[in-house]
């Protein structure tokens, strides 16, 4: 893997608006690869599993027929907060123009 340069941080810390002296630099290039390698591995091992994950889907329910089972809308809708005939009300989070 890669280390971060010198250079690098520092460029970092003038992207976050960060004033760092050339001691605390020094310090922090080793944390920063240190995290840096643990957030390969973590990548490395979300990827394995993914991977892990695919050759079980292909291998499990492959012949299960879809059923489609009626149920009654009423059971959930009568939890919700707020309902609109048979629709769940929620706040707006877009704006249309």
């Known amino acids: 893997m890669q280390k971060i ?5 520092l460029s ?4 976050s608006r960060l004033l760092l002296s050339d001691a605390e630099v020094l310090s922090l290039i080793p944390q920063v690869n240190a ?16 991977v892990e994950n695919l050759s079980l889907e292909k291998n499990c329910n492959v ?3 879809d059923i ?8 959930l809708l009568k939890q919700a907060p707020e309902r609109e005939q048979n629709y769940f009300v929620v706040p707006m989070i877009l704006e249309t123009t």
């Open 35 to 50: 995290v840096l390698e643990y957030a390969l591995r973590v990548k490395d091992i979300v990827q394995m599993r993914a």
């Open 5 to 9: 340069s010198k250079q690098e941080l």
């Open 12 to 15: 970092l810390a003038h992207l």
């Open 68 to 75: 489609v089972v009626k149920t009654d809308p009423e059971l």
């Open 63 to 65: 012949f299960r027929e």
